[in-house]
């Protein structure tokens, strides 16, 4: 059963810098579609980035030129870099990698952003 781990939240001053990971514990990350979703109180769930199985990466309007995603294939691990954070950025982070025969989930980590 493949598990994806996520880790690297937590709270942080506007302006500053979080990295998330999601940690795999089998390689699944090659040849697949993988993103970043976040999902605040009452909202919906918002793509923030994804990469595709070909490796073109895009982004939400609202985190262009902000956040970074990455993989490490040999880790079995992918990241989000997050830059230059804003309130509004305060969510629940979800990883996401798109399997053959089903999509595999992190748990969720908080994000919290203050003023």
């Known amino acids: 059963q493949v598990q994806l781990v996520e880790s690297g939240g937590g709270l942080v001053q506007a302006g500053g810098s979080l990295r998330l990971s999601c940690a795999a514990t089998g390689k699944i990350f090659s040849g697949k579609a993988i993103a970043w979703y976040r999902q605040a109180p009452q909202n919906q769930r918002e793509l923030v980035a994804s990469m595709t199985s070909g490796g073109s990466i895009d982004y939400a309007d609202s985190v262009k030129g902000r956040f970074t995603l990455s993989t490490d294939n040999a880790a079995n691990t992918m990241y989000l870099q997050m830059n230059s954070l804003k309130p509004e950025d305060t969510s629940i982070y979800y990883c996401?990698?798109?399997?053959?025969?089903?999509?595999?989930w992190g748990q969720g980590i908080q994000v919290t952003v203050s003023s």
């Open positions: 996401q990698v798109v399997g053959t025969i089903r999509d595999y």
